[in-house]
């Protein structure tokens, strides 16, 4: 057998995805569970989760489900001790809890503006954070994967000044992590996507069909990315394919950000 057929297996890791109860979230702990981790799926929505769980289980793999507001830094250090004590250590995350609260600039709410930054941002920080420690003190040399978004790279339509604050914050986190982490073996990575044809994009098109259009003409490919576009990037940055990479944004944009 070739000593590089093994570069893109997980086999027998144990991996928390966030955000795992629908769109991309679910994706990737699908296709984690797919390349042998096993999965614990986490999200606000804990029969969401457990569906996603099922879904895993049902296709052979191996996973289990876990109700958390990663926003809550008591609730998420909590649940890490839980999966450590449950499953024992943990060696790899992916943190894709997010939400959108779209409104323009001058009209945006408070509200609006500090619910979006909780759960993208600090909610990112809160599982960083407790895994980070969790695996410096289980001496794992593990994969942190941050879901960003082409929105922390360029300038998007009207209505997302917050969303688009959080995830430039995520890949400067994403960054100083992969730095600070380094002498622990710990890579951290993030993984900016364009519009994937996820429920919260749907919805948008839905409420305003031209909003495809609008997408599809900043997107040189011609189409949205498709839920098993996301797989292969995230597998190659949580498996030894990518044993030399940390610190970086992978793209996965359809050359959006080549424009």
């Not at 629908?22 to 569970?33: I, N, P, R, Y």
């Not at 695996?135 to 593990?142: L, N, S, T, Y």
Request: net charge negative; proline share 4%.
């Amino acid at each position: 057998m070739s000593v590089y057929s093994g570069l893109f297996q997980v086999t027998g890791q144990k991996a928390i995805v966030t955000g795992a109860a629908s769109g991309l979230g679910k994706t990737l702990a699908q296709g984690l569970a797919e390349y042998g981790a096993t999965v614990s799926a986490w999200d606000l929505d804990g029969a969401g989760a457990a569906s996603t769980a099922r879904e895993i289980a049902d296709q052979g793999g191996r996973a289990s489900a876990r109700q958390c507001n990663v926003a809550d830094a008591v609730a998420v250090r909590a649940a890490v001790a839980a999966e450590i004590e449950e499953h024992g250590p943990i060696d790899i995350l992916v943190t894709s809890a997010g939400i959108g609260m779209r409104a323009p600039a001058e009209a945006m709410t408070d509200e609006q503006w500090s619910r979006v930054l909780e759960v993208n941002l600090t909610g990112t920080w809160n599982c960083s954070q407790a895994v980070g420690r969790a695996m410096i003190e289980h001496k794992v040399a593990g994969r942190i994967v941050n879901i960003a978004s082409i929105a922390g790279l360029v300038g998007l339509t009207t209505g997302n000044a917050n969303y688009a604050a959080t995830k430039g914050g995520v890949i400067a986190l994403m960054r100083t992590l992969a730095i600070e982490w380094a002498p622990f073996g710990i890579r951290v990575n993030a993984i900016a996507p364009t519009h994937f044809r996820t429920p919260l994009i749907e919805k948008a098109i839905a409420e305003n069909p031209a909003t495809l259009d609008y997408f599809l003409g900043n997107i040189p490919l011609g189409r949205l990315g498709e839920p098993a576009d996301i797989v292969g990037p995230g597998v190659f940055l949580c498996s030894p394919a990518s044993g030399m990479v940390t610190g970086h944004v992978l793209v996965v944009d359809g050359g959006h950000t080549a424009r």
